[in-house]
């Protein structure tokens, strides 16, 4: 039986790793408030696709993956309903992006460096075992990324061991290599990480690159 992944999310990242959760045999579920919008993409998709609101991909789920809005996420969590969510892997590819433009390329973020999105997050649904990953890269590099053979490091946290495994078999299979930073507090520095990320491309068009933790 397929492992059943439900993906909060209709945007790009929402599309990225749902379809390469369908490549690699498992069966998908894609969640919006308005699930019409999703359509297209489902009857592109395939027999293991599938789309519901919120609250039905969170129900559905073994693993759930939140890929929405920052500033939309705890709203989100709330629309999926924490008790569906208790005891699953929520995997949390987001950002805690303010909605005020990037100051000279560096991104702003309604969180501080004390309390990171996850924290607020593993607060609302606490049975529901989050685990940090995905939001350090574009969306076009997340599953199977070419690096002329070289692997990329993915920055993982949570506070449940079993998840954190969970997700590091989704990496082995998306061709990632991980760092795990810790427990949920680990996000208070994996998030800013995004904001690494971007300011290349705000500043210099430069969105075509990973992170990777060299070791010795
Ligand atoms: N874009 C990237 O390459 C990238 C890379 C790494 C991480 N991320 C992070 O991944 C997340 C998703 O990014 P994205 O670019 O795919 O899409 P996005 O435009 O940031 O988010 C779209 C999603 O947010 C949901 N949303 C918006 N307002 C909402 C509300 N009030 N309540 C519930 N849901 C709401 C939408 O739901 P509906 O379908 O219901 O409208 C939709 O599913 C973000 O947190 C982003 O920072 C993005």
Redesign the pocket.
């Known amino acids: 039986m397929a492992t059943k992944v439900g993906v909060?999310?209709?945007?790009?990242?929402?599309e990225v790793l749902a379809n390469g959760f369908l490549k690699h045999g498992y069966e998908v579920m894609r969640g919006?408030?308005?699930p019409a919008?999703l359509a297209a993409w489902k009857s592109g998709a395939g027999a293991s696709a599938s789309t519901g609101t919120?609250a039905d991909t969170a129900r559905f789920g073994e693993i759930v993956v939140l890929?929405?809005?920052?500033?939309?996420?705890e709203?989100?969590v709330r629309?999926a309903g924490p008790a569906s969510l208790a005891g699953k892997v929520v995997i949390d590819?987001?950002?805690p992006?303010a909605d005020a433009p990037p100051t000279n390329g560096v991104l702003h973020y309604f969180t501080t460096l004390e309390q990171s999105l996850m924290e607020r997050l593993q607060r609302l649904a606490p049975d529901a075992r989050f685990v940090k990953a995905?939001?350090?890269?574009?969306?076009?590099f997340m599953v199977n990324p070419d690096f002329a053979g070289i692997k990329p490091t993915m920055f993982i946290c949570g506070n449940d061991a079993n998840a954190k495994a969970r997700v590091q078999d989704v990496l082995e299979k998306f061709g990632w290599e991980w760092q795990d930073i810790g427990g949920v507090e680990g996000a208070r520095a994996i998030e800013p990480l995004?904001i690494l990320w971007c300011a290349p491309g705000f500043n210099g068009g430069q969105w075509n690159h990973a992170y990777k933790v060299l070791r010795k």
């Open positions: 909060l999310g209709s945007g790009k990242v929402g919006s408030r308005d919008k919120m890929a929405v809005k920052g500033t939309a996420a709203d989100a629309q590819a987001t950002n992006i995905f939001n350090s890269v574009g969306n076009a995004c």
